[in-house]
């Protein structure tokens, strides 16, 4: 979707801040917000992408003014409301009004660690052949779907040249909408500065993405 | 109006806003308060940066474990024990003469959790996403790196779930040491890109 997090090439943001490496939580509801965040996936209700499309169908004012736990935190509150567990009015209200639906899926803490370290791989098979090999000029297609993508837009109706066949993942733009996981070829794609942002650009500076087979044409 | 008392201004501030969820999801019994600590305890305890910078000093000092970090990145950590979230797939790219190499994720906050832990906020924020991809040299520069004018700089955008590590070039007047002495001067930024690690004496 052409939505506020599509942020490659903006401007006016202003600088950024660095922060020393030892600085991790800024005060202690963010670190329950990741916690919370992490445990309510673990229900299995949505998916990695869902979670990201939550996040990116924030309201652009509401997602460019909040801090990212604060993103994390809505997004949390839309999931949990789509998939019934948390109602908007049980959030108004602070008082229950229907069970969970999936007790039995709650984290444990004794299971946390096994769960962090297992993580949530992504590579698939692919029963049909790559349509790319290293080193072939693609071109980005123009999709702007209402619904989720990684293509970012400032790569669309791009040309670059293929870097790395990466093997078959898991689709986002199917599997954030619950419409299956349809893994497809991911290939990491170059593209020359002056080629994304003009020809005053640093010829010194090539952008690459990771990019799906559909989002893909030959150049 | 419903949406003057909605949930989105009842609670002004996150930490009421935080609290209050956590709390209709523990009644619901959806969340249990020791698994949120045991999550926090890991990020903030056990996986950080220093598994990244363990990777690197040993990147330094063995030749074949940083040819095996080049040909499968994800093989080759998790020998060292550093697996799971957010590093499920991972890729290392090698600053060197001819490159440097800078991470983003301009979507969203993807970073290579295993090895380097949390992101920052810097890089989760629309200043660092819009425009390390566009004008990485201003960036670098608010991090107070100047790369040699004309130096090729290469940016990954995270769009996928391949996470991407930054070996960044071994400074000049480490030889001899070991790999534990490397790893005390490999600093997060440097595995993202937006930092060089200094040699020894030099003023930070």
New interface residues.
Partial sequence: MNGP???????G???????P?D???????E??????T???GA?GHWTIDES?HA??SLPPATY?SA????IW?RA??AL?ERHG??S?A???S?K?EA??L??E?????E???A?????????RRVPVPAAFAVGDRVRTRNLQPEGHT???G??REKTGVVEAV?GG??Y?DTNAHGAGEMPCW?Y?V?FRGPD??GAD??P?????????EPYLERA | MPHD???DN?FDN??A?????????V??????P???????E???HK???RNGAAVVARAWTETDFADWLRRDATAAIASMGF???????MEAVFNGPDVHNLV?C????CYPW?VL??P???Y????????A??D??G?LA??GVGLPE?????????????RYLVVPERPAGTEGWDAARLADIV???SMIG?ALVAAPGDAP
Wanted: charged share 25%; net charge positive; proline share 9%.
């Fill in positions: 997090h599509d942020l490659g090439g903006r401007m943001f202003g600088p950024v801040v660095p922060e490496e600085v991790i939580f800024h005060g202690d509801w670190a329950r917000a990741l916690g919370l992490l445990a309510c229900l990201r996040r990116e460019l801090s990212y736990y604060e935190i949390l509150e949990l567990e948390v908007a049980e959030r108004a602070g229950l069970p969970g999936r007790p899926r709650c984290l444990r803490p299971r946390v660690p769960v962090l370290a297992a993580g949530g791989p992504t590579d990684r293509l970012p400032f790569a990466r993942f898991v986002p991911l990491t170059a994304l942002w650009t640093d010194a500076l090539t952008v690459s993405i990771d990019a799906w | 008392h909605g949930p009842s996150m930490p806003r935080v609290k209050a969820l956590e709390t209709l999801l009644e619901k019994g959806l969340v249990d020791a698994a949120i600590d045991a999550i926090i890991t990020y903030a996986v950080g940066p697996t799971g979230r957010q590093g499920e797939h983003v301009t979507l969203c906050s295993t832990g949390l920052p906020v810097w989760k924020s629309p200043p660092y996403r819009s425009r991809v566009r990485p040299r960036v608010e991090f004309g130096k090729p700089i290469r940016v990954w955008d995270s769009t996928a779930e391949l600093t997060r930024d937006t």
